[in-house]
């Protein structure tokens, strides 16, 4: 089992910044994926950013441009930082890790922008 714990969630002004961490612990092996998704209200939970083992990055049009994904190998932890945050950011974030087949995912950490 692979346990990932999320932090950096919390309240922000339109324009303003955030940045999520997301550690993982447990059974590491080999993580092929590390990555953030998100889910507002009402709505089905849609990717955000993932970085591979190697550093590719792959980023979601909505995001590209403001936010940033990167990890750290040697804490097993990956960032996402959040520029030029709009309203329609706020959504309670997922951090999730691919292993071996398997999907896990952190307990989610909300985002809330105010206008």
């Known amino acids: 089992q692979v346990q990932l714990e999320e932090s950096g969630g919390g309240l922000v002004q339109a324009g ?26 009402g709505k089905q939970r849609e990717l ?7 550093g590719r990055t792959n980023y979601a049009k909505r995001v590209k441009g403001r936010f940033t994904i990167s990890s750290d190998n040697a804490k097993k932890t990956v960032y996402l930082q959040m520029n030029s945050l709009t309203p329609e950011d706020t959504a309670v974030y997922y951090c999730n890790a691919a292993q071996s087949g398997k999907e896990y995912w952190g307990q989610g950490t909300q985002i809330t922008v105010s206008s």
């Open 16 to 41: 303003g910044s955030l940045r999520l961490s997301c550690a993982a612990s447990g059974r590491i092996f080999s993580i092929n994926v590390m990555g953030w998704y998100r889910q507002a209200p």
């Open 48 to 54: 955000v950013a993932t970085i591979t083992g190697g």
